[in-house]
């Protein structure tokens, strides 16, 4: 008995008035730190143990405010600032349309905070691990009987006084409530290391087990976002033909829209006897054989047709373009070359449109004539 | 290596001189070496600075590797597959067209194939040919799904014993197959080929060829629908086969005599570009006229201005009584008509005829009085089931009023169609009994279906060898030994003509996708004994080289010719059209024959969306509500209402139709319109052979029709019973009485039509804006500068053929969802025809409205949805995000158009246990457009994939984007071209100017939505002024 | 006609029970076996909230398609069971709210029933605008969060001022109800025998200690949270009509919905409630606690609404006629005489007709006859969310795309499924928690207040 510290003295009456009395007389006493406990609010007993009004409204009325403030300066920040759409015709920033949703954010942090911050903030609970806790003091109040209590730090309190003194009110029982050990710990049990490890531990099992569920026990997609879609995108397999390819190859003899097949496969002297160079030798279009033949035709033929190839020998050089044949040869002539390809060289028809051939054809003139220059050229 | 900007430049800008060009040598240096030096030495991570470029680089890949490693179930992309050696006319992701044409039917169009990387996507109309001018009928837009329908044949299949099929190789059938040719040669049995009307110049060579080879084979080609009533009665009249080409958009006055030219008689499609194109709003003055005096209500009744129910089997009475109105009455000149037919006449009268069928006395005399009063401007068409003297009677009417002014003088149509007539077809049939025949080929024809009473079935059996060639399997093809499959048209080669002096040429846009064969190259390889995939087109270019070609006397080489010829597709010469003799008509006797009269007669009429059948499989043309009872799934016996009084018939009662002792049931349908007595049945349905979509839909009604004639009779006499069956008839529409005030003529009270007659609008431009209020908004407009898209439909042209409906289907991959689905209201066309009628349940007024998303400035759906999935562009657009869409069908409820579609289930998984979910289904969805999936809400995006394609285009040539730039697709398939779209705010826009013009009006202006598609209010050309 | 004497209020606890008793007789079903009554009625609602999980899985499989929207009626029973519920979960915090400003001591009784009540009606309603998509894994699409397409919701959608409403509606309930469990749990915490009761009840009874010091603020949060819970039932429902006022759809577009929604919620709720009571009542005998005044007044209220209801139809129809809006006027002529006839005329007499009997002492009191009424009463209130849905949408502008609404046996059993997990919940509640708030009724039975002094 001695051992334990003292908590309180508390007292039990039966009725209201009795309970209304006491407080009263207590606080004439001059009894700081006490409390009344009853199963239910007491009308009156506010001013019985003369307590200010609470200021629980203002924790409310600040957080609803702001609760209203920051929905409205959201909404308004989505629709005007982060990601302006054109719904229905109507302006960015729609104040009836946000209403609702303002009160009810209001409405929503206002309940909240007040509740959190009475339980939590003002109450200091939970807290399982009052002294007052398992007494037959507290099972009593909490059912029938109202309780006035006198905590032992109280500058005037004496046990032996206050005991008498609730007697004298007319306390049906009288109790001295102690401590025990664990109500005396002050160390804070969130930072016991053992909580965290544990906290840490299960997160890791946690998010490991999800992980490992989701992704690799039954990896499924109720819906695939449409990701897999029932359609032959360009260049994309498919397994319906043999040979695997989404992309088909047209039919020999059909002819697009806008498309003529070269007519002169195989037959050079006919392209060079027919083809017609109908393209002028304007500046742009010379700009275009220049790029055109810098791109295709330089890595073979060097920069100006030399034939000094800039694949070091990675691959045979083809001859000049500078020599007397090609020179003679008629633009029909190249171009068949261009669009038909000789010995090693390959066709470049689908590289090359047929303007863009032409113009290269343009281009290489002008290096002939610019290679072998005659004096008349630069006058 | 660092170079000077001066040198910079010096490369990029043009050289002016030799001289400075040369001079850039550090330049060239650079360029000499490809590579920078140490570019190939190896890459040693230790040996760079402290981080270096690389050495980060290389860290940061390395990582990444490592992040990769660690997350290895993210879904697979797929790989990217290119083209080894890409062919020179494909740009990836650039579509490719190729001019062909489409033999599906007899006009024989030319079409533009639409293809992505080599594979075919969507057909429209081949803007240069001559007849069908770019557009095409909805069967020719869904023989796409044709060709990759799952259940093509994909190989030759031979009947096993147990008349199971096995597969075969080629080489092994042909083998085969020619042996047994020759069998039958040499034992002198007939080979018989059944094929449909030949229009290929080629192919009736390659046919004389096969007759050639073996002596003792027979062609027989049939149509089911032909015109050899017209034909016989006009050469009875003028002595030839070369029936005119009319010239329609000429004809101020139009009588139709059960003839439904807007959706199935002639070539259609240039007969509703011609008709339509007299129905300009801005030349009020210049609309044609169209009566229609028809039997049961047909698309051209729907828009005629004036409409009278005829029973066809007293339109001979009708035509003779008009006849003789006009010429005894009247006074109209007759030559060529001798005495008898002037005292035939006599026995006839229309005011007696008018009395007796209970006509609107005015409404005929309207008609006399326009058809005197436009001679030589107005035209009567009949229709094809008319008897062939009906035909004559029309052909002597046309001659009085002069209309032959409106024959094209240039071009004649090709008579190919009397080849066989069905007394052939007869005598085919007893021959096979009697074991004469050898051989027969169904050159992709399905006789077995189409004249079932002809019992097919039994006397194959006695036939030597029977070859069904087919692409699908069929109910004939089930009773052949050998099955081949041949080529979708998409496939083939051939050259058709259907008119002298225009020969449309078809080529193959994909190479078979199975191991099939053009028909005509089988028949080839037989000749020849060898096959080659080239042959016959091979066989076509020479035959142009060699007989073709020469006879145009040509400048050009023929390669270029040819290359040319392909390119558009169309060769149009200048032939000496045949000369239209007199006519004349001798003799009495055509008179003679008399219609036995019946209380009920049943009218067999080809399909709207089915044609013959042949079209039975296809799952868009399915659900592709008529136009007439926007009924879909199903054919039906059209009764009128007060045979359906009469009867105590109700829709979908089963009915059961006799016709000299055949017998079918049928339920039935009633028709608003449809003449009494009369029961109309649309044939091409009750396939019990063919794929999973077509098997047993609707009723093959194919069994009544009457073979004892020389042309099949579709047409007869019949006796009706009601069964206690019901049936389910699915609608698209849902159907409201006429009569019952509470829903009659909602659609007229609520301006959603809005129509008037040509006189109200001549005395009234702005007549229709009379009752319109001006609404405003609260808050202020949004701002839309620039392009801005809208829409704008004419009424005065469309006529509801739904050929825009189908359009959209194929360019958006719209699925199918089948007979329940579409019960329940679950369609998903973007697009749909809103039919209305008003008016009497007998004398129904029809008015048709294409509807679809209108894009409207304050759309209610975007307001709605939760997470602004659905919200509009700065070009005006109403746009769906798909992958944000969540399914809380709040737009859709609160969309006062209901044009949006839900993704109730995942269609393509539900229909049929996944038919179009199967390969190579996926080859015919548009790469452009997303394929949604379940839960989706969707609707017309007024093709927001070619408007950025054209933006595309637009940005590369560095231009801005124009209105005209686009097309949408039900644009470019609107035969009436009643379709215009572009850009509003572009004052000179045709769009703009249809806004702004006084019959323009929005559906529903009053709840302020501001659609973006503006209806043209329909002008009905009658002579009172309501309509 | 006797005269009332209202200076004084008659107790609302019967008899004179001692504080003890009512700890007693209220937390008995807590220390009880549960009987077999309450077995097999939890057997029976488990039954049904398992047909509901079918139901649900199938929709969840192949789409809402299972179901029977179409084109243009694109909601059917999921939205209509949402409004449905919606307005179940009225009554509680109204009662507990609304009748506590009005210091109305005889709601005391039934306040935490209510409220109970009020929290699981609202989970179902809750229940139905998840599913209604047929795809819930995307439910976080609603949910304002931050995203790598920094694609936010439409704050203009009153789909999304639902999500809103009926979540705070939630929590805020929720948050209501458990303050005012704390001190009975801190009086079942001292009762209890069994360690591990004892544990749980400490747990949630957050260590509360009766103090006076603590009442104080208690009373004032009560005082606070009541004076929010009462807007916000009041905004809950306009808030809910709003998804049909707001929208463009004759039939929906009308701004009488607000309170005319939010009084069809109350009637309903108090429907609902008096019905349950007079079970538990029965089941528990708590009669003396839940008296027969307490349901006659529900009855009153009832009656009360019901007016406001027929009221409402009345003006509806006034509206569309005064309107002379064509659309609106067919609408409503349709709801009366169209396909949906059959419908329209059981929610007029089921709302409007039969309620009139409680104009009647006698019938008031009887508590055969309330219980048939407000269970009449709450399937005319099932019928208005129907008429007003599908009828509207059935039939809208365009004549050529009008339908017709057939629910599927799934949408039937997702509705069976909603009652099953209302019940299964209402069943656990009552055998965990006390059903009746014990400090409350302590503090209103006779003489629990000091009578000098004692002021309210």
């Known amino acids: 008995m001695n051992n334990k510290t003292l908590y309180s003295v508390s007292g039990l009456f039966n009725t209201p008035n009795e309970i209304i009395h006491a407080s009263e007389e207590t606080v004439n006493a001059g009894y700081k730190k006490f409390d009344v406990h009853s199963p239910y609010p007491l009308h009156g007993m506010n001013q019985a143990m003369n307590l200010k009004p609470s200021k629980l409204g203002f924790i409310t009325l600040i957080f609803g405010l702001s609760g209203a403030a920051f929905a409205l300066a959201f909404m308004w920040w989505v629709n005007v600032i982060e990601y302006p759409l054109v719904i229905g015709g109507k302006p960015l920033f729609q104040l009836p349309a946000f209403i609702p949703v303002t009160f009810e954010v209001t409405v929503l942090s206002a309940a909240i905070f007040t509740v959190v911050g009475m339980l939590f903030v003002m109450f200091k609970f939970p807290n399982n691990s009052h002294p007052l806790h398992d007494t037959d003091y507290m099972k009593k109040v909490s059912a029938d009987k109202y309780g006035l209590t006198i905590q032992s730090i109280d500058l005037q309190f004496d046990e032996n006084k206050v005991t008498s003194f609730l007697k004298s009110l007319g306390a049906s029982e009288v109790f001295s409530i102690h401590y025990d050990g664990e109500e005396l710990r002050t160390d804070n049990k969130i930072f016991n290391p053992k909580f965290i490890l544990f906290l840490i531990v299960t997160a890791a099992v946690v998010s490991g087990a999800t992980y490992f569920t989701l992704n690799k026990l039954l990896f499924m997609s109720p819906f695939n976002w449409m990701v897999e879609q029932d359609r032959v995108n360009p260049q994309s397999k498919n397994e319906f033909f043999a040979d695997g390819f989404g992309m088909r190859e047209p039919v020999e003899g059909a002819i697009s829209r806008g498309f003529t097949p070269y007519k002169f496969k195989g037959q050079p002297e006919n392209a060079a006897r027919y083809l017609i160079n109908s393209l002028p030798m304007t500046e742009i279009n010379l700009k275009i054989g220049k790029e055109k033949f810098e791109i295709f035709c330089s890595p073979c033929h060097g920069n100006f047709g030399k034939g000094d190839s800039r694949l070091k020998g990675q691959f045979p050089n083809p001859p000049t373009l500078h020599s007397e044949k090609v020179r003679t040869w008629s633009d029909g002539a190249i171009f068949h070359v261009i669009t038909d390809g000789q010995n090693v060289m390959p066709s470049h028809a689908q590289q090359i449109s047929i303007e863009e051939r032409w113009a290269v054809v343009n281009y290489i003139r002008v290096l002939q004539s610019a290679v072998n220059a005659k004096e008349s050229d630069l006058k | 290596m660092s170079k000077k900007p001066s040198e910079q430049n010096s490369v990029n800008s043009h050289w002016k001189s030799i001289g400075e060009y040369q001079d850039s040598s550090s330049i060239v240096e650079i360029k000499q070496n490809e590579f920078i030096n140490g570019a190939t030495d190896e890459f040693d991570v230790s040996e760079l600075p402290i981080l270096s470029r690389r050495k980060f680089l290389a860290l940061l890949s390395a990582s990444a590797a490592v992040t990769v490693t660690a997350c290895t179930d993210y879904r697979d992309k797929g790989e990217i597959v290119p083209y080894t050696n890409k062919p020179e006319e494909i740009t990836i992701g650039k579509a490719n067209y190729y001019a062909s044409t489409c033999n599906l039917c007899k006009q024989n169009c030319g079409i533009l194939v639409k293809t992505r990387e080599g594979r075919p996507i969507k057909i429209d109309g081949n803007p240069d040919h001559p007849v069908n001018k770019g557009k095409i009928c909805n069967k020719g837009q869904a023989n796409i799904l044709n060709l990759y329908d799952p259940e093509r044949l994909r190989h030759p299949i031979e009947k096993a014993t147990n008349s199971s099929f096995i597969e075969k190789n080629w080489e092994e059938v042909d083998k085969k197959i020619i042996e047994k040719l020759k069998q039958s040669v040499s034992a002198n049995k007939e080979i018989a080929l059944v094929a449909h009307t030949n229009y290929s110049p080629s192919a009736k060579k390659l046919f004389d060829g096969f007759v050639k080879v073996f002596p003792n084979a027979k062609i027989y080609t049939y149509e089911l629908f032909s015109e050899a009533n017209k034909l016989l009665a006009w050469q009875k009249c003028y002595g030839n086969l070369n029936l005119p080409v009319i010239r329609l958009n000429e004809a101020k006055i139009i009588l139709s005599l059960d003839s439904d030219f807007l959706a199935t008689d002639g070539s259609v499609i240039e007969n509703i570009r011609q008709f339509t194109q007299q129905r300009d709003i801005d030349s009020p003055n210049d609309f044609n006229r169209l009566y229609v005096i028809e039997g049961r209500m047909s698309l051209t009744g729907m828009n005629a201005d004036y409409r009278l129910r005829l029973r066809p089997d007293f339109q001979f009475e009708f035509a003779m009584s008009l006849l003789s109105e006009l ?701 | 006609m006797r005269s009332i004497d209202y200076s004084i209020e008659p107790s609302v606890v019967e008899g004179k029970p001692t504080l003890a008793a009512i700890d007693d007789v209220v937390t008995r079903p807590l220390d009880t076996k549960p009987t077999t009554s309450w077995y097999v009625a939890i057997s029976i609602s488990g039954t049904m909230l398992l047909v509901g999980i079918i139901s649900l899985a199938v929709t969840f499989i192949f789409g809402v398609g299972a179901w029977g929207v179409n084109q243009p009626v694109g909601w059917g029973f999921d939205i209509v069971n949402f409004v449905f519920w919606v307005g179940i979960g009225h009554a509680g915090t109204l009662i507990s709210a609304i009748l506590f400003l009005l210091r109305q001591r005889w709601r005391t009784g039934i306040a935490r029933f209510a409220e109970a009540m009020t929290i699981f009606a609202v989970m179902c309603a809750g229940l139905f605008p998840l599913i209604h998509t047929g795809r819930p894994w995307l439910d976080g699409y609603l949910m304002p969060y931050p995203n790598q397409h920094s694609l936010w919701v439409n704050f203009t959608s009153p789909l999304l001022w639902d999500v809103f409403a009926v979540s705070t509606y939630f929590t805020v309930s929720l948050i209501f109800w458990y303050v005012g469990l704390i001190p009975d749990f801190a009086t079942l915490r001292d009762r209890a025998t069994s360690k591990i009761k004892k544990i749980i009840y400490s747990i949630f009874s957050l260590g509360w200690r009766h103090s006076n010091r603590h009442w104080q603020h208690y009373e004032m949060a009560y005082l606070i949270l009541a004076g929010f819970a009462t807007p916000l039932v009041l905004s809950v429902h306009t808030i809910v009509s709003f998804d049909f006022a707001v929208s463009v759809i004759p039939g929906w577009h009308t701004t009488i919905f607000p309170p005319y929604f939010v009084a069809g919620a109350v009637f309903s709720g108090f429907a609902m409630v008096q019905n349950m009571l007079i079970l538990i009542r029965k089941i528990f005998n708590l009669k003396h606690i839940i008296t027969l005044d307490h349901l006659e007044k529900m009855n009153k209220v009832m009656l009360t609404t019901g007016l406001m209801v027929g009221y409402a139809y009345a003006m509806e129809f006034f509206i569309a006629w005064y309107s002379g809006n064509a659309t609106e006027q067919f609408v409503f002529l349709n709801r009366a005489l169209g396909p949906y006839a059959w419908a329209y005329w059981i929610m007029v007499s089921c709302n409007v007709l039969i309620p009139q009997f409680f104009w009647f002492k006698k019938l008031r009191r009887s508590i055969v006859v309330m219980f048939i009424i407000g269970v009449l009463v709450n399937v005319g209130m099932w019928f208005e969310r129907f008429v007003i849905v599908v009828t509207s949408l059935s039939r809208d502008y365009l004549p050529s795309s009008w339908g017709h609404y057939i629910p599927s046996i799934f949408d039937i059993g997702i509705f069976i499924g909603s009652f099953g997990l209302f019940f299964t919940l209402l069943l656990l509640f009552i055998k965990t928690v006390p059903v009746v708030s014990l400090s409350e009724v302590k503090a209103v039975i006779d003489g629990a207040q000091p009578t000098h002094g004692g002021r309210h």
Not at chain 2, 605 to 612: F, I, L, M, P, R
Request: with cysteine; aromatic share 8%; charged share 25%.
């Open chain 2, 327 to 1027: 010429v005894l009455n009247r006074g109209l000149r007759t030559n060529g008509i001798d005495s008898s037919v002037l005292s035939e006449l006599k026995k006839y009268s229309l005011i007696d005829f008018v009395k007796k069928h209970s006509f609107d006395p005015n409404s005929i005399n309207n008609l006399v009085g326009d058809l005197i009063a436009n001679q030589g401007k107005s035209i009567i068409l009949g229709g094809n089931s008319l008897s062939e003297q009906t035909h004559i009677v029309l052909n002597i009417l046309n001659d009085v009023l002069g209309s032959s002014k409106l024959y094209d003088e240039k071009s004649s149509q090709m008579s190919f169609q009397l080849e066989t007539s069905s007394n052939d077809i007869n005598g085919l049939v007893q021959k096979m009994g009697k074991g004469e025949v050898g051989a027969v080929i169904f050159y992709d024809t399905n006789p077995t279906y189409h004249f079932p009473s002809l019992d097919f079935a039994n006397q194959l059996k006695k036939v030597g060898i029977s070859i069904g060639l087919t692409e699908s399997k069929n109910e004939t093809s089930e009773l052949c030994h050998y099955v081949l499959p041949i080529n979708n048209l998409l496939e083939s080669w051939g050259d058709y003509q259907t008119r002298s002096g225009i020969i449309s040429l078809q080529q193959p846009v994909i190479s078979p996708i199975y191991k099939t064969r053009q028909k005509e190259s089988i028949l080839l390889t037989w000749l020849t004994g060898s096959f080659d995939e080239k042959n016959y087109h091979e066989f076509i270019r020479q035959r142009w080289e060699k007989e073709f070609y020469p006879s145009l006397k040509l400048l050009s080489d023929f390669t270029s010719f040819w290359y040319a010829s392909l390119h558009d597709g169309i060769v149009t010469v200048t032939e000496n059209k045949p000369q239209t003799n007199k006519l004349s008509i001798s003799s009495d006797s055509l008179f003679t024959r008399e219609v036995k009269q019946n209380n009920f007669y049943v009218h067999l009429v080809e399909g709207q969306n089915s044609s013959d059948g042949r079209f039975a499989n296809n799952g868009w043309l399915q659900e592709i509500p008529h136009p007439v009872s926007k009924i879909v799934w199903d054919n039906y016996a059209a009764v009128s209402p007060k045979t359906a009084k009469e009867f105590k018939l109700e829709d979908n009662d089963v009915i059961e139709i006799e016709s000299d002792d055949k017998k079918i049931s049928v339920p039935c349908f009633i028709q608003a319109g449809q003449s009494d007595g009369l029961i109309s049945i649309e044939l091409g349905y009750g396939r019990t052979v063919c794929g999973e979509v077509g098997k047993n839909v609707g009723v093959n009604a194919n069994a009544l029709i009457n073979f004892s004639d020389n042309s099949p009779i579709f047409y007869l006499p019949a006796s009706i019973s009601k069964t206690s069956r019901k049936y389910n008839l699915v609608t698209a529409q849902e159907h409201h009485a006429l009569d019952d005030e509470f829903v009659k003529d909602i659609h007229r009270k609520r301006k959603i039509i809005q129509e008037g007659t040509v006189q109200q609008y001549l005395n009234d431009p702005k007549f229709i804006q009379k009752e319109k209020h001006d609404v405003f908004s609260i808050t202020n407009e949004v701002e839309y500068n620039g392009l801005k898209w809208g829409m704008a439909i004419d009424l005065n042209k469309c006529i509801g053929c739904s050929g825009c409906v189908s359009a959209c289907i194929s360019e958006n991959n719209i699925p199918v969802v089948g007979k329940e689905q579409v019960e329940k209201g679950r369609e998903m066309h973007w697009m749909r025809i809103d039919r209305y009628y008003s008016g009497t349940l007998d004398e129904p007024i029809v008015s048709n409205q294409p509807m679809l998303c209108q894009h409207c400035d304050h759309a209610p759906c975007e307001n709605v949805c939760p997470v602004a999935a659905t919200n509009h562009s700065p070009d005006g657009l109403n746009q769906m995000a798909y992958n944000r869409c969540v399914g809380t069908r709040y737009c859709s409820n609160n969309c006062p158009y209901k044009v949006r579609r839900f993704n109730f289930l995942d269609f393509r998984e539900t229909f049929e246990e996944g038919y179009y979910s199967q390969q190579p289904i996926s080859l015919l969805n548009n790469p452009e457009v997303t394929v949604r999936s379940r839960g989706v809400m969707e609707k017309c995006t007024f093709c927001i994939q070619r408007i950025m394609e054209a933006r595309q285009i637009a940005v590369e040539e560095g231009r801005e984007l124009k209105g005209i730039d686009v097309m949408t697709a039900c644009q470019v398939a609107c035969p009436s071209l009643a379709i215009e779209f572009g850009d509003v705010n572009d004052p000179n826009s045709i769009v703009s100017m249809l806004r702004k013009h006084e019959l323009g009006y929005h559906v529903l202006e009053e709840i302020n939505v501001r659609p973006n598609v503006t209806y043209i209010a329909k002008l009905r050309n009658t002579h009172s002024e309501e309509v």
